[in-house]
């Protein structure tokens, strides 16, 4: 874990989710965690060390409830997850599966394995949130953001306007006009290779973008900036390779989180003042926590998994070159059950998969 000598402070409003994750193992039981990408990122910076608050509409559901109780583990801020009005907080089922030639793959399902129907799906945060948040963003390094409304981005820009580093992760979900925005407003915009066209370039005349990321997946990423004289030219940094490949889903949120924690911690003047040397090591960090990631399941089950000591000099090895995680087993207890807000109590369970068992659909928590 990474040391910072005064606790950074970051707000964060996107995807905030219950990931349901069912691994290879056909006799393991069903994981959940809090996830989304912002739930991600927000609960890995605080992880890492900072003071973290997500802004959220959860509405006191079970999901929501499982998803507050493990960002709380971490010592996640929950003060601003229920502005009004609220809402069933989203569930995504993750499956975990081998591909022939025995790398892992994973396919997403937003529909509730017991019913069929669609699991509650995102809704973003509305002027309620504005006036909840707003008096609290002084002081504040990062502003992350991955899904958009008019509210997020009036948050973004009061932000800004305190020093803070605004992160944009551009999400198909959110429309072009708010994403040309967005991208206005941002000072960092990460996205992967495949939303290339969609986005364009971040660089733009009167933008505020400082630092624009683009992920390639095993080929690493590619970078520009604007910390020295002008744009610089496309900069590229090879992936870290994984010591232990078990499941890359979200290795891109440790990425992002570790960018952030060497890069912005200072907020905007901090990353000015550590220059295109800070963005590189920044990013080269970031890569790091991704590529360990890849050793367990789920977007964040390292974290639940490695103790704090362990996870540091595991991430220290990687950036020496020394690819090595030793292997860990990890116990899994039993949580509380997690209803489909739409599925009947008496639906009954059709036969051949686990999470069509009703003693199946529920969290578990990995042990620390």
């Known amino acids: 874990m990474t040391t910072i000598a005064k606790r950074p402070k970051v707000f964060g409003t996107g995807l905030i989710a ?8 056909p006799n393991s039981p069903v994981q959940s965690w ?22 959220a509409r959860m509405n006191g559901d079970p999901a929501s409830n499982r998803v507050r109780a493990d960002l709380r583990r971490w010592g996640v801020g929950l003060e601003f997850t229920g502005c009004g009005p609220t809402s069933h ?14 790398s892992p793959t994973h396919r997403f399902s937003w529909s509730c394995p017991r019913c069929g129907k669609r699991l ?4 973003a ?16 390094a990062v502003f992350f953001m991955d899904r958009l409304s008019r509210a997020v981005l009036t948050l973004a ?28 407003l941002a000072h960092v915009v990460k996205y992967s290779d495949q939303r290339l066209a969609a986005i364009g370039s971040a660089m733009q005349v009167g933008s505020a973008t400082l630092v624009e990321v683009q992920t390639l997946g095993a080929e690493g990423l590619r970078y520009r900036h604007r910390l020295g004289k002008g744009i610089s030219t496309w900069l590229h940094l090879n992936a870290i390779p994984a ?24 907020g905007q003047a901090g990353m000015l003042q550590g220059g295109a040397d800070g963005i590189r090591r920044a990013l080269r ?28 000099n595991q991430v220290e090895a990687l950036l020496k070159g020394r690819a090595n995680l030793s292997s860990v087993e990890t116990k899994m207890v039993a949580g509380l059950p997690i209803a489909c807000p739409a599925c009947p109590p008496d639906k009954p369970d059709a036969a051949g998969s686990r999470l069509h068992h009703p003693r199946r659909f529920i969290t578990n928590v990995a042990a620390a």
């Open 18 to 25: 219950l990931d349901l994750v069912v691994g290879v193992d």
């Open 34 to 55: 809090a996830g989304g990408t912002c739930g991600n990122v927000i609960a890995i910076l605080a992880y890492l060390g900072w003071k973290a608050f997500p802004i």
């Open 89 to 102: 907080t989203p569930i995504i089922v993750q499956q975990i599966r081998r591909a022939s030639d025995g």
């Open 120 to 123: 509650p799906a995102f809704k």
């Open 125 to 140: 945060v509305t002027q309620d949130a504005v006036e909840m948040v707003a008096p609290s963003l002084p002081g504040t």
């Open 157 to 184: 820009a009061r932000a800004s306007a305190e020093g803070a580093v605004v992160v944009f992760e551009p999400s198909g979900t959110s429309g072009e006009k708010l994403v040309a925005e967005a991208i206005q």
């Open 243 to 266: 010591p232990r490949l078990v499941d890359t889903c979200e290795s891109g949120d440790w990425c992002t989180a570790g960018f952030a924690t060497k890069a912005a911690a200072g």
């Open 285 to 312: 960090y970031g890569q790091a926590l991704a590529a360990w990631n890849c050793g367990f399941e789920g977007a964040r089950g390292g974290m639940y998994a490695v103790k704090r000591e362990m996870f540091r």
